[in-house]
């Protein structure tokens, strides 16, 4: 099994990723654990002290400015634990409490939060064993972190609520740690702030929302050729040197993807409607680079925010290299809240206009000699009528869900919280707009493979031969009578998910971006 090392430096995507979504096992390195050392004597020698330090000696928030009396200190950092395990709604999918569990060891290895090694030690354990606790949809407001999703992460440390074990079943946290040979954690000073106050819950869902958005937005690409193709649309507009005298990266790299899955092809560029001669191809056809681009453009500006997040130490209050514990603002979700508002916009704009293109292969009036709908026997057969149709509908629901959530506040903790981001409500919402997105472009993939196949006695390009052939294998049916519809969008809809598409397309063409 793939073992990923936890250093004082932060982490990568990837490691997130593998340990999120591979259950990769976490091992604290030896940097880790002595930084981890050193911190702690810090915070050992500020408790002993009879001035308060907050976080240490203090109560926290609205409350700071009560001195805490050694003997209540242990009770104070269960209770901040036990209170603010206070989520509700459905439970938060496993991956997102992997990747939340992950960061907050990361931080916590980086030295900076006054954590003992052996409570990062538990959480690496923990990790380890598969075990995931119960967070709920609802309890973050992105400000002093994700605090009752990481609440209800520390509480399974100290064997307290529920968690799922390695074989799916929910049980009681003791149970499961005890099953595990793991001690739950009896937490000292400071050590239930930290393991509270963190980012991490909103990075984790960054990290593999840009992930996902990577496999789609080369799938958009894909399917945009495809459906020029079905079109009998021009390839020229896709020509290098067009998109050079306008240097977005995004764009050039999506209109080289696009070219490449059309080259070779007998349906582009030499067909006009006599009736109604094509100057130009629509809008939702010429401009598919255009707004691919613009969304790879802002994927690239989320990366580099995620990638400085991954490498911070995100707690309130900190331990810094020359002894000080230093009150701090950085547990504010604002940078990642705005990005991952960003990426739904995005999504949001890739989603329309894979749906404008859908709706023309199916407008027999547009389509330039394809059958309404793609029927059979039109009028007889409704053909994919209403496949567009529930394609309408996740691109309504995914324009509501680009409002953005970080352009909301609401004060709380007695207004000493009083602005916060709303970053955890961003991320939820963009997990949901990529689950829309998929099934988007899953839907005009199956109306472009079938427009295709409806051009007889005409040779699509290798590439979308390709394309084809792999989506009919996966359960995707071709033209022919109507039948029920649901299980074929269901099957491109696991297609493009599993990154099927692209995987198909790239022997042909070679890699695509």
Sequence with gaps: ????????????????????????????????????GRAREIVDALAAKPEPVYGVSTGFGALASRHISPELRAQLQRNIVRSHAAGMGPRVEREVVRAL?????????????????????????????GITPVVHEYGSLGCSGDLAPLSHCALALMGEGDAEGPDGT??????????AGIEPVELREKEGLALLNGTD??????????????????????????????????????????????P????????????????????????????APRVQDAYSVRCAPQVAGAGRDTMAHAALVASRELAAAVDNPVVLPDGRVESNGNFHGAPVAYVLDFLAIAAADLGSIAERRTDRLLDKNRSHGLPPFLADDAGVDSGLMIAQYTQAALVSEMKRLAVPA????IPSSAMQEDHVSMGWSAARKLRTAIDNLTRIIAIELYAATRAIELRHGLTPAPASR?????????????????????????????????GGLVAAVEPVTGPLA
């Design 1 to 36: 099994m793939h073992t990923v090392v936890v250093g004082t430096s932060g982490t990568t995507a990837e490691d997130v990723i593998a340990v999120a979504r591979g259950n990769a096992r976490v091992e604290l390195s030896g940097e880790a654990l002595d930084a981890l």
């Design 101 to 129: 569990m992950f960061l907050r060891l990361k931080t916590v290895a980086s030295g900076h939060t006054g954590v003992r090694p052996s409570v990062a030690q538990t959480m690496a354990d923990v990790l380890n064993a």
């Design 170 to 179: 929910v049980r009681p946290a003791g149970e499961l740690l005890a099953e």
């Design 201 to 246: 819950g909103m990075l984790g869902m960054l990290v593999m929302a840009l992930a996902d958005l990577g496999t789609l937005y080369t799938s958009a690409d894909i399917t945009a050729a495809l459906t020029l193709e079905a079109l009998l649309g021009t390839e020229k507009v896709l020509q290098p040197e067009l998109h050079a005298i306008r």
């Design 248 to 275: 977005h990266p995004g764009q050039g790299a999506s209109a080289a993807n696009m070219a490449a899955v059309l080259n070779g092809s007998g349906l582009t560029g030499h067909f006009q409607d006599e009736s």
């Design 406 to 409: 970080s352009a909301d506040s």
């Design 466 to 498: 390709a394309a084809i052939e792999a989506t009919r294998a996966a359960g995707v049916q071709g033209p022919g009578p109507d039948r029920f519809l649901a299980p074929d969008l269901a099957a491109a809809d696991a297609f493009v998910r599993a």
